[in-house]
T-cell receptor, first 114, second 116 residues
Framework: LAKTTQPISMDSYEGQEVNITCSHNNIATNDYITWYQQFPSQGPRFIIQGYKTKVTNEVASLFIPADRKSSTLSLPRVSLSDTAVYYCLVGDRNYGGSQGNLIFGKGTKLSVKP | GAGVSQSPSNKVTEKGKDVELRCDPISGHTALYWYRQSLGQGLEFLIYFQGNSAPDKSGLPSDRFSAERTGGSVSTLTIQRTQQEDSAVYLC??????????????FGPGTRLTVL
């Protein structure tokens, strides 16, 4: 299983861009990188998933360097409502899968201030 | 249904009692997952089902915990002889393709279990 490491917490202000980096030095060839967001008293919610280079959707961007040993979730112009815990997961999407998709860890607690 | 549902939303029980938690996944989702989240902590994986089968039960904390899934749909997580350390929010999730393929997990609102 690829082990992930994230900062425990981050602070930001409204309107700023926030970048949360996740380290996964032991990522395997077939592993994808997935990020989830969890608000207080709610279950996590899928944000974005990628394999290499850059992925962008309406919520965030995911940057993955060529060696894939880390990834960065980028949240543009955060608002107070982006205050949440963000989890980085690494797991195999191919047949046979891997339980890396199930290792949420403690995540990064992002606090956005006015 | 529109999303994953769980019942009850809250459960308060006395130490030593058995409890049963229910999860209704999104229709058509073949995989179902159970997690536990203690206050201020991350998610702890418990067990997952592919169809009605649980390939790996090693995540269950003790033999007091068991889970089943019937008809490829509803799942129940049973905790026997509850202990105070079992107090947590129990989250259920489902995904279309299991661990492989489309594995985006959709989570329910959770069941908050309090053992007195």
């Amino acid at each position: 299983l690829a082990k992930t490491t994230q900062p425990i917490s981050m602070d930001s202000y409204e309107g700023q861009e926030v970048n949360i980096t996740c380290s996964h030095n032991n990522i395997a060839t077939n592993d994808y990188i997935t990020w989830y967001q969890q608000f207080p008293s709610q279950g996590p919610r899928f944000i974005i998933q990628g394999y290499k280079t850059k992925v962008t959707n309406e919520v965030a961007s995911l940057f993955i360097p060529a060696d894939r040993k880390s990834s960065t979730l980028s949240l543009p112009r955060v608002s107070l409502s982006d205050t949440a815990v963000y989890y980085c997961l690494v797991g195999d999407r191919n047949y046979g899968g891997s339980q890396g998709n199930l290792i949420f860890g403690k995540g990064t607690k992002l606090s956005v201030k006015p | 249904g529109a999303g994953v549902s769980q019942s009850p939303s809250n459960k308060v029980t006395e130490k030593g009692k058995d409890v049963e938690l229910r999860c209704d996944p999104i229709s058509g989702h073949t995989a179902l997952y159970w997690y536990r989240q203690s206050l201020g902590q991350g998610l702890e994986f418990l067990i997952y089902f592919q169809g009605n089968s649980a390939p790996d039960k090693s995540g269950l904390p003790s033999d007091r915990f068991s889970a089943e899934r019937t008809g490829g749909s509803v799942s129940t997580l049973t905790i026997q002889r509850t202990q105070q350390e079992d107090s947590a929010v129990y989250l259920c999730a489902s995904s279309l393709g299991g661990l492989a393929g489309d594995n985006e997990q959709f989570f329910g609102p959770g069941t908050r279990l309090t053992v007195l």
